[in-house]
Each structure stands twice: as structure tokens, then as C-alpha cells.
């Protein structure tokens, strides 16, 4: 047993009310640079929808994340020979118009335009050209369903249901959606790190942070292929890629990332999970897609164990951080209460950011003027009618397995319904007594579900390891050492020439 840390985190999507505060917090802090203005390092999806980049995670067009190879795994469209093939076009890389051209608007205009009897406009003006131009996309083009027909029925996840089914989730009146606030996942097996050739990528050991040495990256973007999330960028200006770095300042001074901070509906949570790195070929390698949400679960441990908390310390790990593993948040959503599923865990870079998955009005469906929960024919009645079909949230969470999300979504609805009648009472005692002990869940776990959910507080919700300030203080100073940095690694000016 090899035994690391990992910072993990947990996004309720019931929660999410998609106003975007936390992109703008990234952005403020991270990428409100030249040549970054079209990153979004955390960005805010409506599901259904493409994305951002647009169909990100159809990997027939981008070739991104890992196969399997025989016993093994190999990177589906980058590492050295692939590498190699494409070194002066690869076809897999998406393109300015598959993220969008960032653009301004000409401000000035609106004061110095010439007395006339037109209102003055700011005209649209391109970030990367500084011509006018006409908005063609965004980030959040199909924010909200926007423009349905041209997104949201694009949308790979689709792929399981017949064209009934997809039918009936474009009826008007049944016709729903949910967000899906993404970061990069500092995944246990990397695809960017992997397919680096110039070993610009790292893990940090520490806390399993990803991170691009701006120094050594030089601008192959195999890591912008690798990445099947797409959440590793190429900065034009500079020449350099860059990525999520999880805050890792912010972290080692206590502080939750700046999306995590700012998210208006408290959907984030953050902490330890102790994890057996041994295991990482055996489950990445996991043989069908099926089993793969079980194979991760698998690997992380139980931070109480003494086993666990032995080998922990023999591999160098801070009595801080075991005390941290044990209070996570993530590892009571993921491992104690079963409820948080990882993002396409089909791309087999073993994600280390969890997703309740939504919800949603599935509890409110009625039957003959009466709530179908408060009748026991019916426990389970709001899945299966569920506005949002199982069989897409499963190619979302669990690579297809639908057992896994009914098994997370019976889960919340048991909790919802012992909450409503400890607080309104008006759903029958044996219907809650029945869900509850199907799903295995005893009220004092209900309790606790509902209550970091809902009540949680800022400590209770990030649970940060202690760091030795003295070194992320030295950090600081060897990265400010470098010319014309930014002070934590990114250049403000092209490479080129110095
Ligand atoms: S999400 Fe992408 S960029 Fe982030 S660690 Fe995983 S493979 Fe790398
Ligand atoms: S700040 Fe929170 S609630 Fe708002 S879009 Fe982001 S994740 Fe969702």
C-alpha cells in the first residue's frame, strides 16, 4: 500500500443556480491576461447542451483521455508516436472557434463619437486581432438551453437514449435542464501529465495538485489534446500552456480556491482523500467501463483505519493532513454516503472532482391530485418519470452504469423525504421508514447528509490541510525571482527572446 493525499472536491449540482460568479472570481484572478482572455479555467455548462469547447467530450473529434490497450492503457490521441505523427498538424487540437474569439467592446466610443443625431454604440472589438467583429459564440452560448437545436440536441450524452426519448425531453412542457460548473480535476492518472513530452506537467506530491512548469512547457499542447475534460489551454501571447492550479496559494495559506469562495449557491466542498497509488494502473485498467465508479471508489482509503493512518505516516504524510483526511467533506459525500459520482470516469484519468448529481423536480410528480411519494406503490416513481432520464445522467456519472445513479438519486430522495417529514410532516411514516431502509440510510446519516447539504459552514465545507507557511512563502520568492513573472510562474510577456 502506497499511501498519498489528494485535495478533492465535491459540487452538489442541485445547488448550482448558474450565475457564473465563480468563472468570474477564476477569471479575475487567473486569466485576466493577454493571450488567456478566452480561458475559462472553471466554467458553468447548462446540461443539456455542447459545452465549452463545444462537444468537449465527444472524443471521436478530440481523441483526448485514455484506452484500453490489452491489459493496460494507452493515450487515445497524444503520447510519443502520435505525438510525433501530428507534430506539424494535429487535427485533434480545438481551435479558436471551438472556444469562442474573446472579445471587448470599443468604450471609448461612446464618449468621443462626434455630436450627431445617432446614439453612439460600443461596437464589438476581437481580443486577439483588434478588428471589429460580429459575436458568433461564448463561453455560455447555450446558457439556459439557448438555442436548443443547435446545442442542446447535439449533445453526445444523448447517445444511449433511442430518438423517443430524446424526443420527450424536448416537449415543452417536460423540457428541463441542470448546470455543470467544471475545473480541472487533478486526476490520479493524469492524461496531461502523461503525454507532456517535454515534462512540463506534474503532480505535486503534497496534495496531488496538477500543475505546468512555465519554464519547461514548450508548447507541443499534447497536453491540451490529452486533456479529455479540456481544461489545459494554450496561451497564444505567451506560448506557453496553462492550467486550473486548484489555488494552490490561496490553499497553503488556509484559504478555499477563489471559485470555491465566491460559489453564491455553496455548492462546493473540499478535502483530503487519502488514496493507494499502487492501485492506479489496476483501476484506470479496469476492464468494463461498467465497473469503473466501483474500481475508483476503490482507491481511496479509510482515514481512520490504523493500517491506513501507519502507512500514511511511513510515506512522509503530516499527522495535519491525516486529521484533514478524516474530517473531509468529500469522503463522507463520496465513500461514507455513496452520493457524489465522478465526470466521465470512462475517460479513465480517475477525476478527483465529485458530482451529486441533480435532482431535480423528479420529487414533484403528481398522481391523481396526491404527491406519488406519499404513496408506497409508487416510492420510487420519481426516478423513473424523471424529467432529466437516468440514462443520460449515467453517461454523465458513472460511464453508462445506470444501477450507480439510481443507486446516488434513491439516496437523495430518501433524505428529502425523512427532511419533509421531520419539518412538514405530511408524508406518510412508513413510506419514509420503507425508502430509508432500502437505500440502508439510518436518520442520524440522513441528519448529517441534509445537514452539510444545506447548513453547512464555510469550515464544515472547505476542509484545508495545514501547510508550512514558511515554504509557501519561499515558493512565492523563487517564482517572483523570475523575470517579467506574474509571481506565481505565468510570464506576461512571450517567452520569446528572453
Ligand atoms: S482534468 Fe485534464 S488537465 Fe486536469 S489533471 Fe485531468 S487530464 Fe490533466
Ligand atoms: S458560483 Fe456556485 S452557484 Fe454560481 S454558477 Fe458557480 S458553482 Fe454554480
Redesign the pocket.
Known sequence: MDVRSQVSMV?HLD?????????I?CKNVWTDRKGAEYMWW?N?ETKPGTGYPTKWENQDIYKGGWEKNGNSVSLKGAGKLRGLKNIFHNPHLPVLDDYYEPWTYKYEDLFTAPEGDDQPTARPVSLVTGEHMDVQAGPNWDDDLGGSIDYARQDVNFKDLSPAEQEVMFQLERMTFF?L?RICNHCLNPACVASCPSGALYKRGEDGVVLINQQVCRAWRMCVTACPYKKSYYNWHTGKSEKCILCYPRLESGQAPA?MH???????YLGVMLYDADKIHEVASTEKESDLVDAQLGIYLDPFDPEVIKAAKKNGIADSTIVAAQKSPVYKFVKEWKIALPLHPEFRTIPNLFYVPALMPGMATVQDGVYEESNPQFLWGGIDNNRMPVKYLSSLFSAGNTGKVVEVLKRLMAVRWHRRQVTVGDVKQDVVDKAMQEVSLGKETADAIFRLTSLATFDERFVIPPAHREESIEMLESTADVKGSTGFGFREKPARGW
Do not use: D, E, L
Open positions: 459540487f445547488k448550482c443556480i448558474g450565475c457564473h460568479t465563480c468563472s472570481a472553471n458553468v448546470y460548473p471559485c465566491q460559489c453564491v449557491g455553496r455548492i462546493r
